[in-house]
């Protein structure tokens, strides 16, 4: 499931380095499917971390195209990758720009993983620009949570799916009922042309008996 984030800015009072208690603004990444569900996380998130109170100032679309975190590193780097491809029509060059978010220590170290992350492109590519990011940290779904979300689209799709399907089984006992109804009527037809054949017959048996004057 491609993921979608939203860069959530949160102000609150924070204890500077000399001890006093500063407000501050800070950004955080999640990885929400609406902007409502985005503030419900970031409020869940923040919830942990601060005990005291804090207001959320601002959420936006963010333009990552992925996020790739990096053991023993705390800085993010926003780094600009440029597909390079031949526009044979025109015969030029066609780039187009996509952002990577990369946990890194420095720039280097950003621009190195950057590299790894790239290594499988089938195009050539450039990284053009690398800058130290202001997103604080970043809350992707965990693996259990991205598997409860699929199984809740399952089941709301096979719910879906079993409220637009006929009942088979109602349809048989009906057509069940229509069949019996018409054999009895059968039935009685041939009841009744029986009765009919026998009068006759009862006639048929007078007329003969019967001496002309």
């Not at 290594?119 to 940290?137: Q, R, V």
């Amino acid at each position: 499931m491609s993921a979608t984030w939203y860069e959530c800015k949160v102000k609150y009072r924070k204890l500077d380095d000399s001890g006093a208690q500063k407000m501050t603004t800070e950004a955080y990444l999640v990885d929400a499917l609406s902007y409502t569900e985005a503030e419900t996380r970031i409020n869940e998130e923040m919830s942990s971390y601060i005990s005291e109170e804090f207001k959320i100032t601002n959420i936006k679309m963010a333009n990552f195209a992925e996020i790739h975190p990096f053991e023993n590193s705390d800085r993010w780097f926003k780094t600009k990758v440029s597909l390079i491809a031949f526009d044979e029509e025109s015969g030029k060059e066609r780039k187009s720009n996509m952002y990577l978010l990369v946990q890194a220590n420095d720039i280097k170290e950003a621009f190195d993983s950057t590299n790894a992350i790239m290594k499988d492109t089938m195009g050539e590519y450039s990284i053009p620009a690398i800058s130290e990011s202001l997103i604080m940290d970043v809350f992707p779904y965990f693996t259990g949570e991205e598997e409860q979300l699929e199984k809740f689209r399952a089941i709301q799709s096979e719910t879906l799916t079993d409220s637009e399907i006929p009942n088979e089984a109602d349809d048989q006992v009906h057509t069940q009922e229509v069949v019996v109804d018409e054999v009895e009527n059968e039935e009685v037809s041939e009841e009744v042309e029986t009765e009919s054949d026998f009068e006759n017959k009862e006639y048929v048996e007078e007329s003969e008996g019967e001496i002309p004057l």
